[in-house]
């Protein structure tokens, strides 16, 4: 079986701990990952969970992780995830873990996201490849979010 890893990391110009707490704060996962609700539970053995799609009590998917790890305010990881999407007959079980590094640097931060899968069949090879783009999009998420909330 196929292990995919991937690697993202980028510097930003807030504190280290600013940073980490955009990464459990549900209005910041809302405001930063476009979803329409988050609920977190930051412990170890804790849920992270954000519901996507116009319609706050008809989401599009949802997607749920736990806190395997929680080191705050530098490391945390998520894994055991499943991701309910509204036109799926039952849920895809995502065989993940994503880890989230954030070290302090002279002018900020810097955020480094690794995440790792393996996939089980096609459909799944699919979503692993398609979640590239997903955490491409989510430093630009980010800087949005701080970007809009100087003050936070």
């Not at 807030?14 to 996962?29: N, Y």
């Not at 609920?39 to 997607?63: H, L, M, Q």
Request: include cysteine.
């Amino acid at each position: 079986m196929e292990i995919l890893k991937n690697e993202f990391q980028e510097p930003f110009n807030v504190p280290a701990e600013k940073m980490f707490e955009a990464l459990i704060t549900p209005k910041a996962i809302r405001d930063s990952w476009g979803a329409s609700r988050a609920i977190v539970d930051p412990k170890v053995g804790g849920s992270w969970v954000a519901t996507y799609g116009e319609n706050e009590g008809e989401s599009e998917f949802i997607n749920t992780f736990k806190f395997l790890e929680f080191e705050p305010p530098r490391r945390m990881v998520l894994g055991d995830g499943v991701l309910i999407a509204k036109d799926q007959d039952s849920p895809f079980v995502m065989r993940t873990t994503t880890e989230f590094v954030v070290v302090p640097i002279p002018e900020g931060c810097s955020l480094t996201i690794m995440h790792t899968g393996t996939p089980t069949d096609t459909e799944s090879e699919d979503f692993y490849e398609s979640s590239l783009l997903g955490w491409q999009n989510t430093f630009e998420g980010l800087r949005r979010y701080f970007h809009y909330n100087a003050d936070c």
